[in-house]
């Protein structure tokens, strides 16, 4: 029997409902328990895919290919459950869904309305593709009183109602605020969000309180009274050092116990070894390497959400405390060599992470020529390839006109825009007129790698799959002139056209691909090349 686990979020957003989830799934599965989870938008674009990375942070990228929420990738790392194109979804594309229906007369004449035909869709959505987990889990996006986020919470109320108690939760994520000037922890928002979301019909029966300040059991249990949820199910929701303490903490707070218990399930302690022993290596490291990443949005953190984590996770595996830099690459767009290396000496590794467009490539192609002349270690992720493959072909090539179709017309193309590759057995196709949104090279692609290679050296296993979200190559027909000046195509696709990773044997650590492997990367699981790309951080960081 699947039972559902609905969490919405209240006062302001940003509260971490994501994390939440993520944690609460992590608990379950340390009990024994399958668990999958979902994320309900409540904007409309039909997916993240075309929006402002500093406005909305990172697009997460699942096996299947679909442009998803970042707090997908909060669920793979706390859970190492794959997402699906199926575990996320937009108001856009319920209504699309709903109006394209409409179109083909599906619905037979009726006058289509929000009830029931949005919210009939939407409860399609948190019933589609499960494999008999134990638990389900859905974030509603936004937060309760956007008149956005509507159609979702009637779906749930209705939900609710049809699954019965026995096989459904709400969880209330909200925010109790400390005014500094009076003192006190106010209790009031909290009551006001909880009046909101009953206003809709909806009861929660377990509040995630965030604060930053110890709650007295007065004030818990005030907000239990008033927002008719019993006190104990009233969780202190603290800040912690870390996210991957968030698991532990809400134990300590008695949450995964109350799920329990709403569920009429047996109590019994979970094992959380797995987590003791992140948190354990986090707080306890053997040394700290300092990685500069040199990019392009830079100005909001979360566009980087996953590659943050990623070096967080090859910290683990080395031991050691990451000190990260966040460098914009047009500071970096300048012929005085004092200047770039003002801003890089103090690396102990570079890393030049994707983006799309010109603007800032020339800084990122002279962080990249510092990381080669210095032998400081060096990852590029997708566009940081192609702007490395570029760095080498003017500076070591001779090819100064050397470029990126994406930057404009040139007569040298080392980087073009691709025009069809497969996807399993069929071929795909396509043009520079095609619609932004959904038109790249995305999902899960596989790659063999060389023998003799650095990238084979970490992965130990030539026959690899990574994850792409790009239109742009590098073009294969310049691997000669790349080889002979220094740079080997260490990764290819199977048929040998599409070159996925590049390294320099000359160098202690430069390597560069396609993809992004920070989407497949775990606490539990460092990415090989994270965890390679910080141990020779390390190294670099002993000769210094």
Known sequence: MTRFIFITGGVVSSLGKGLGSAAIAALLQARGYSVR????????????????????????????????????????????????????????????DVLA???????LGATIQVIPHVTDAIKEFVHANLDGEDFVLCEIGGTVGDIESLPFLEAIRQLGNELGRERSC??????????????????????????????????????????EQDMPDEQRGKIGLFCNVREDAVILAHDVSNIYEVPLAYHAQGLDKQICRHFGLDYEAPDLTRWQDINHAIKNPEGEVNITIVGKYVS??????????????????????????????????????????????????ILVPGGFGERG?????????????KNVPYLGICFG???????????????????????????????????????????????????????????????VLEQG???????????????????????????????????????????????????????????????????KSRPF???PLFSGFVNAAKERSRLV
């Open 453 to 519: 290679s650095l990238a084979l050296e970490n992965y130990g296993k030539t026959d690899i799959s990574e994850r792409h979200r790009h239109r742009y190559e590098v073009n294969i027909s310049y691997r000669e002139t790349l080889e002979a000046a220094g740079m080997k195509i260490s990764g290819l696709s199977p048929d040998g056209k599409l070159p996925e990773i590049v390294e320099r044997p000359d160098h202690p650590f430069f390597i560069a691909v396609q993809f992004h492997p920070e989407l």
């Open 525 to 527: 699981e460092p990415h």
């Open 101 to 107: 229906k409409e179109r083909r007369g599906d619905y």
């Open 361 to 373: 490539s020339q800084g990122k192609i002279r962080a990249i020529q510092f990381a080669r002349e």
């Open 385 to 447: 390839m192609q702007m490395a493959v570029l760095e080498t072909a003017r500076n070591l090539a001779g090819l100064k006109a050397a470029s990126s179709t994406e930057f404009g017309e040139t007569s040298e193309p080392l980087v073009g825009l691709m025009t069809e590759w497969n996807v399993g057995n069929e071929l795909t196709t396509r043009d520079e007129d095609d619609d932004l949104g959904g038109t790249m090279r995305l999902g899960a692609y596989d790659c």
């Open 37 to 96: 989870l979902r994320k309900l938008d409540p904007y409309l674009n039909v997916d993240p895919g075309t929006m402002s990375p500093t406005q909305h942070g990172e697009v997460f990228v699942t096996d299947d290919g679909a442009e998803t929420d970042l707090d997908l990738g909060h669920y793979e790392r706390f859970t190492g459950v794959g997402n699906r194109r199926t575990d996320n979804v937009t108001t856009g594309r319920i209504y699309s």
């Open 300 to 349: 909001l953190q979360d566009s980087y959400k996953s590659l943050t984590e990623a070096l967080t996770h090859g910290g683990i595996a080395n031991r050691q405390k990451v000190n990260l830099t966040w460098l914009d690459s047009e500071v970096l767009e300048t012929d005085d060599d004092a200047i770039v290396a003002s801003h890089l000496s103090t690396a102990d590794a």
């Open 170 to 211: 709400f969880v209330h994520v909200t925010l109790v605020p400390y005014i500094k000037a009076a003192g006190e922890l106010k209790t009031k928002p909290t009551q006001h969000s909880v009046k909101e979301l009953q206003s809709v019909g909806i009861q929660p029966d377990i509040l995630m309180c965030r604060t």
